[in-house]
């Protein structure tokens, strides 16, 4: 496995080796793909959120997830990549199957059994083959993604049936033979199978049902509905016409919003809430609601303009639209008034910031503010290093040892009152340099907002200067880095490269292939829903990747 | 640990169950517990575990001057020890060694670590089989969990213990670490009647079908993945072992008894203060847990190296500290961090005293320990990588002196690591990669 990880406070570059000419190129070429290996892993393990939807797609949106998964681990920038290279551990697995008998308990419980099972066995306290066949034509392609296969049906019967008689009760067998499914290799992960193509000898290509799967994860984040698996199993999805039809129809479908969701929630780097607390000595505002609340913001944001608006990506930086509740109001100061219902404080209103608002934009919002800053101060670099992997996928260089803190050991110093002038004396040594003017500039013009996502003008009673700096431009403000970022190739880029990762679990070669789906996504004036659609109907999304 | 009573028993609970319903069957308590010597079971003649337990905790000692003058027994112990004086006598301080980079680009706060505790270090970030991880391997499967994990901070990923298939995630719930541990599928050692739960069984014969699948779920797959589903069966085994475990009547065990439940559900701590709350809740936990042989390995992080942890009332957390707070002229070293260097060490202290606390026949669940005390940087304020210091507590049955301190200047840190793999038991002659390999443990050390 690879530890992933979050900013330092304080980088240093070590005084040997000077980093003054490490260039953004540089960097892009470090977030590149690692070098073509002859075997990496291809199957891609589900994510929470991905198993979360399979669930409640396979049964019911009442089936209750209990427990805590395996925290993720990030590669590439994703967790979906992570997905791919991650192994399973003793207690993640241990994890797995206590979630599994909490959801196969819930399957069977006398509240679902109705419903759930679809029939009433002959005897509730003995194995009833008929019935538990009936149930597991239905479930087992559907946990397992694949076409329905007899032998793989009998044998869960007979698993069932086996444990019905020994426990005495049909439903304890069935419960069971679920549990057993659910911690499965067949419904954890997802493969990505290659076969003959019938119709281009010589050459190969996805297994049907695997593109079904991919598909799916991708633009739904979830597992394919009895459409889909229809045409795997009829052929079409192996058609360009076939194919075409089904992006389409899952891209029509109101669903695609949770696929975007997923892919931004994965980009933004959002499962690093788990670890974020803020003091609330400090940040009486900043509360878990508010955490919670910060991320369905973005994501609101996110969606309203990139699935219902079809506007262009790098206007989710500047935007001055987004969606408020009552209590993210108050944490930014804005006077939202709800006249639709009253009492429900957490409703939340569409708001329009009026121009030239520091609050447009996603960077200021307290998703990006709150997570890249510790509990009870800002830190510049973090946000910065933050803006630089996640935004605009480059790489900064992790601070090597035996460095020497001297400039910013004195916050005593009256010269050193604020964030900005004590990294601004530890950047003044060429050592520190290299990787602070990579980070610094962009986050010190974020300043304006605390920790705790709050606005503030000043830092220990002086003025913040929240000027900054983005490939040599200076700007000003939230206002202009928003606008830096948007003017920066590297954005659209990142976001084309992060979805085609977040579908296939790889990150893109520098291809034609690739080239091509950039320039549709350049043509359409980068909308992300062209982006998808293209990366969905291309080959090289379905073609051996990693090689 | 099990005796052929034990399955004989267990067997014929099994065929009772299956005949028809289950049956209780009565075993004495304490009938026979230990032998004449108090140190093995009288019923198998098996010896008493020995455990280990590793403990983290973050930004080491803020400055090089903490390295006794003299090396062997009559050392002085140095201020940051102050608080472990009680156990001066049954701890000892290893000093000197560092981590090789051998070219690697040093990534603070984790290739110290990751060459301290696997023996390599690599510029891609791997970390795979840390010492309590191939310590667990070796000796974890005769207990219900091959190990136990936490940590206190709230983030699992701080966690520093890993097997092959990579780094284990911290429990980060005291609530949660109970309900494994002591709620269902556990059984009390010494209960008068052991009734093995039929539900357990029947699970167990379920899950043995996915194995049985193994041949064709691999048959498609390439050499990478084919290696990632072994990991899946590894781990499908320990869970299967977890049940089997359950099956089986526990030996009775004087020193095991079952701890309060845990309230505490884990949400991320900033304050130090509410993280020693913490601290103190798993240290407890694992304690039972030890001494109800539920696992004979733990491994404790107090928070990640770059930690937040911070004081009530003060933003600045004791990672920004190391970097930002200057020496005391008088004192010659940074008050602060020495502060939250002091919570952590009297709260190793008192875990300490907490093993100590439980008696196993002749000795105390701490002789039979080896509690291992490691860091990321040994002066984090230029985030170093040399002169780590290690401290261990408890002389894991007899197989390691202590009351020393082992000088080692110049020395690979890992040989610290080899040391304790082999005072565990663990058949290891070499260790490390590089210039971090060793072929012998620090001298001296073992018994």
């Known amino acids: 496995m690879k530890v992933i990880y979050r900013g330092s406070l304080v980088l240093a570059i070590a005084g040997a080796v000077s980093l003054a000419g490490i260039g953004l190129q540089t960097l892009a070429n470090a977030a590149s793909p690692a070098p073509a290996s002859a075997d990496t892993p291809t199957t891609l393990r589900l994510t929470p959120s991905q198993y979360r939807q399979s669930i409640s797609d396979v049964f019911d949106s009442s089936i209750k997830i209990n427990g805590r998964f395996e925290p993720e681990q990030r590669d590439q920038g994703l967790l979906a990549v992570g997905a791919r290279t991650e192994n399973f551990t003793d207690s993640g697995f241990e994890s797995y199957y206590h979630i599994a008998r909490g959801i196969a308990a819930q399957v069977v419980d006398t509240r679902h059994r109705a419903t759930l099972i679809g029939c009433t066995p002959k005897s509730a306290a003995s194995r009833d083959d008929q019935c538990a066949a009936s149930f597991f034509k239905r479930v087992v392609p559907a946990l397992y993604r694949q076409a329905l296969n007899e032998a793989e049906i009998a044998r869960s019967v007979e698993t069932a049936g086996k444990a019905a008689d020994q426990l005495h009760d049909f439903y304890s067998g069935v419960r069971l033979a679920l549990t057993e499914m659910l911690v499965s290799p067949k419904f954890l992960l997802r493969y990505r199978n290659m076969e003959a193509a019938a119709d281009r000898p010589g050459q190969e290509r996805i297994n049907a049902y695997d593109k079904a799967s991919q598909l799916s994860y991708f633009l739904w984040n979830s597992t394919p509905d009895a459409e889909l698996m229809r045409a795997a199993r009829d052929g079409e999805l192996n058609t360009q016409k076939g194919l075409e039809q089904q992006v389409d129809r899952l891209m029509q479908s109101p669903r695609v919003a949770d696929g975007v969701r997923g892919l931004f929630a994965d980009m933004f780097s959002f499962s690093d809430f788990e670890s974020v607390s803020k003091d609330p000595a400090f940040f009486p505002r900043y509360t878990l609601l508010i955490k919670e609340q910060a991320q369905e913001q973005t994501l609101r944001t996110v969606v309203d303009h990139v699935v219902n608006k079809h506007g262009d990506y790098r206007d989710i930086f500047t935007t001055p639209n987004t969606f408020l509740t009552m209590d993210l109001a108050a944490l930014y100061g804005v006077p939202v008034v709800d006249r639709t219902e009253n009492g429900q404080p957490q409703r939340w209103v569409t708001y329009k910031y009026e121009d030239g608002n520091v609050r447009s934009g996603i960077l200021s919002q307290a998703s990006f503010t709150t997570l890249w800053s510790p509990s009870a101060r800002t830190s510049a670099t973090s946000r910065g290093k933050a803006l630089r992997e996640h935004i605009l996928c480059q790489r900064v260089p992790p601070p090597p040892g035996n460095v020497e803190f001297k400039f910013v050991d004195d916050t005593g110093n009256p010269e050193f009152k604020t964030t900005r002038a004590r990294l601004e004396a530890h950047r003044s040594e060429a050592m520190c340099a290299g990787c602070h003017k990579l980070t610094d500039p962009m986050g010190l013009s974020l300043e304006n907002f605390n920790s705790g996502g709050e606005y503030r003008s000043t830092e220990n009673g002086v003025v913040i200067d929240a000027s900054g700096e983005l490939n040599g431009k200076p700007y000003q403000g939230p206002q202009g880095l928003a606008k830096a970022v948007h003017d920066d190739p590297a954005a659209t880029s990142c976001v084309a490269q992060r979805a085609f990762a977040f579908a296939t679990g790889y990150v893109p070669p520098k291809d034609d292939r690739w080239r091509q789906i950039e320039q549709t996504f350049s043509q359409s004036h980068y909308d992300v829903m062209a982006l998808l659609r293209a990366i969905a109907l291309s080959d090289l999304a379905y073609s051996r990747l990693g090689v | ?447």
């Open chain 2, 1 to 447: 640990m099990k005796s052929s009573l034990e399955n004989l028993s267990r067997r014929r609970v099994l065929r009772g169950m299956l005949a028809g319903g289950a049956v209780t069957v009565g075993l004495p308590i304490f009938d026979g517990l230990l032998n004449e010597n108090g140190n093995a079971f009288a019923a198998s003649g098996a010896p008493l575990p020995t455990r280990f337990a590793s403990w983290f905790w973050p930004c080491g000692f803020s400055e090089q001057d903490w390295a006794p003058k003299t090396a062997g027994r009559d050392y002085e112990l140095p201020r940051q020890l102050e608080a472990l004086k009680p156990f001066k006598e049954r701890l000892n301080l290893f000093s000197g060694s560092h981590v090789f980079l051998d070219g690697v680009a040093n990534q603070t706060h984790f290739t110290g670590v990751q060459g301290l505790m696997t023996g390599k270090v690599t510029s891609s970030g791997d970390y795979f089989n840390s010492v309590d991880g191939v310590i667990a391997d070796n000796i974890g499967s005769r207990s219900r969990f091959k190990s136990l994990v936490v940590v206190c901070d709230g983030d699992p990923k701080a966690s520093w213990s890993a097997f092959a298939s990579g780094k284990v995630p911290g429990e980060v719930s005291p609530m949660a670490l109970y309900t494994r541990i002591f709620g269902p599928g556990y059984s009390d050692p010494n209960a008068a009647t052991f009734v093995p739960d039929p539900e357990t069984m029947v699970t167990k014969s379920v899950l043995s079908g996915i194995s049985e699948q193994r041949a064709d779920l691999s048959k498609s797959l390439g050499a990478a993945d084919k290696q990632k589903l072994d990991y899946y069966f590894t781990a499908l085994r320990s869970l299967e072992q977890q049940l089997e475990i359950q099956l089986q009547k526990p030996s009775p065990l004087e020193a095991c008894s079952k701890p309060e439940e845990a309230k505490d559900d884990g949400h991320p701590l900033f304050l130090i203060e509410e993280g020693m709350v913490r601290h103190k809740l798993f240290c407890s936990l694992m304690t039972h847990a030890l001494a109800c042989d539920q696992t004979r390995v733990v491994n404790l992080a107090i928070t990640q190296g770059m930690t937040g942890l911070r004081r009530d009332g003060d933003p600045t957390s004791h990672h920004s500290y190391t970097h930002e707070e200057p020496v005391d002229p008088v004192l010659g070293y940074q008050v602060k961090v020495a502060w939250f260097q002091r919570q952590y060490f009297e709260n190793l202290r008192d875990y300490a005293a907490m093993l100590d606390s439980v008696k196993e026949g002749d000795k105390s669940l701490l002789d039979r320990s080896i509690l291992f005390a490691f860091t990321d940087h040994s002066a984090p304020r230029l985030h170093s990588i040399l002169n780590y210091p290690f401290i261990t507590i408890g002389n894991a049955n007899g197989a390691i002196k202590t009351g020393m301190h082992f000088s080692t200047p110049g020395d690979t840190a890992a040989r610290v690591t080899l040391t304790m793999q082999q005072a565990m038991g663990v058949h290891v002659s070499s260790w490390g990669a590089g210039s971090n390999q060793c072929n012998s443990p620090v001298s001296g050390v073992l018994t």
